[in-house]
């Protein structure tokens, strides 16, 4: 019986890379010289959560059809440390990433494209056209199948593996998907910061946590600084993050000292403490960047997870901490729970 093709027609041609600085190549690559081959590129960002749960796919993929196809990541930073060559690099090891990745700061690529979010991914068949493509999370199986429909057109012959099962219980058939917090960032660009003192532009505020806190906001104590990407902190003494919460799993990208890292130094890891609805955090529910003493140490920019809920649940997280300079540049959350 014949599979209904997922595929679209052969009316869009990829747009040429344009010069960039490319990482884990030997040399640039141009889309002309991997005619005949296969393509995949997938827009990402290395602190974006959504992103980072779509890489163990993309790094099977690259195992079962290295032979025909090609994976290219293209970053598109959402937050200026995320154009800084050395942090990807490191994100690269840290997530086991072979394929080549080009580093699109100005967002030619993605103009290019007509992208609008991360993740994305663009299946380019051997003649160099558009035939499928995706948004989010989730719809592997059906970017799998659509992978093995390009390379069956080049050779109907071509012996393929089975598409792989799902890697995570949530990504199976079955999984709810609840709506969780939306996603908060620190600062004045989208700012999401509760407090009725509201931000001040460049200016220190002290803030007061005030008695009643709202979902979908996050509320602080101690004097921050609003930049445009994020909340630093400019106080003395201990300072506390309060965030109201509904979901699975929290993140935060931080930083530790933010002149620090836009100078291209090597702050000291920042400690914070992580404590749920009044009490530390539970060994239970500890997120993989907390360690066993409830702190997580902040040593780069990057995102940071913080939480692993048994479900999808209600719960108030708070941050203490006590380092001028460390930065809140926003909070993630994720939702779906398995069968």
């Known amino acids: 019986m014949m599979t209904e093709s997922l595929l679209q027609p052969r009316t869009v041609r990829a747009p040429e890379f344009p010069a960039a600085t490319w990482l884990n190549a030997e040399q640039p690559l141009m889309l002309a010289g991997l005619r005949g081959r296969a393509v995949l590129v997938d827009f990402w960002e290395f602190s974006c959560v959504n992103c980072l749960r779509t890489l163990p796919y993309l790094r099977e993929w690259q195992r079962r059809y290295e032979r025909w196809l090609t994976i290219i990541g293209v970053h598109a930073p959402e937050f200026a440390f995320g154009r800084e060559r050395q942090s990807i690099e490191w994100a690269l090891r840290e997530h086991d990433l072979r394929y080549p990745v080009v ?133 003395q003494t201990e300072a506390v993050i309060q965030l109201p919460y509904e979901a699975v799993e929290v993140n935060a990208v931080f930083s530790p000292h933010v002149e620090l890292v836009e100078r291209m130094l090597h702050p000291d890891a920042v400690a914070v403490e992580v404590w749920q609805d009044g009490a530390p955090l539970p060994d239970a529910v500890r997120g993989s960047d907390v360690t066993a003493e409830g702190r997580v140490l902040v040593d780069r920019p990057r995102m940071y997870n913080l939480v692993r809920n048994p479900g999808f649940e209600r719960h108030e997280l708070t941050l203490r901490l006590k380092s001028r300079g460390f930065a809140l540049y926003a909070f993630s959350f994720t939702s779906c729970v398995k069968a």
């Not at 700061?105 to 035939?131: H, M």
Request: aromatic content about 12%; hydrophobic content about 35%.
């Open 103 to 235: 580093l699109d700061n100005d967002y030619t690529i993605w103009d290019a494209f007509a992208n609008r979010a991360w993740p994305s991914k663009y299946l380019i068949d051997q003649s160099g056209y558009i035939r499928f493509s995706s948004q989010g999370e989730g719809g592997y199986d059906r970017f799998e199948r659509a992978i093995q429909q390009v390379l069956r057109e080049a050779d109907s012959d071509v012996l393929l593996p089975p598409p792989m099962q799902p890697l995570r219980a949530e990504d199976a058939p079955g999984a709810v998907c609840y709506r969780p917090t939306p996603e908060l960032h620190g600062g004045l660009d989208r700012g999401a910061l509760g407090n009725p003192e509201g931000y001040a532009g460049g200016v220190p505020v002290v803030y007061t946590l005030p008695k009643e806190r709202q979902r979908g906001a996050f509320y602080v104590s101690g004097a921050w600084q609003a930049g445009e990407q994020y909340l630093v902190y400019r106080g």
